[in-house]
Nanobody, 116 residues
Framework: QVQLVESGGGLVQPGGSLKLSCAASGFAFWAYAMSWYRQPPGKERELVATITSGGDSTNYANSVKGRFTISRDNANNTVTLQMNSLKPEDTAVYYC?????????WGQGIQVTVSS
């Protein structure tokens, strides 16, 4: 079955960087777009970034443009989110996501806390 496992979260000071990784298994990873979502405390889950199956096109939420970079490695079935210049408002649980045949699959989520 589809498995998405996030790693790399934690506590970082404002202005710092973190790199999240998502290890995928159980499906043809190379054939599907991948996304990162996040859910800040007390708020709705929101889309952060998406990358196409081949990695040739990406899209970002306005709030993270210029600071976050999504990338993928189809040989190793991983998608990453490099987060730079982090702000306290980036504090959230971050989720890896894919949509296959109209069915969405989520990772378990990983906490990112930006605080001094």
């Amino acid at each position: 079955q589809v498995q998405l496992v996030e790693s790399g979260g934690g506590l970082v000071q404002p202005g710092g960087s973190l790199k999240l990784s998502c290890a995928a298994s159980g499906f043809a990873f190379w054939a599907y777009a991948m996304s990162w979502y996040r859910q800040p405390p007390g708020k709705e889950r929101e889309l952060v970034a998406t990358i196409t199956s081949g990695g040739d096109s990406t899209n970002y939420a306005n709030s993270v443009k210029g600071r976050f970079t999504i990338s993928r490695d189809n040989a190793n079935n991983t998608v990453t989110l490099q987060m730079n210049s982090l702000k306290p408002e980036d504090t959230a649980v971050y989720y890896c996501y894919t949509l296959r045949n109209l069915r969405g699959s989520w990772g378990q989520g990983i906490q990112v806390t930006v605080s001094s």
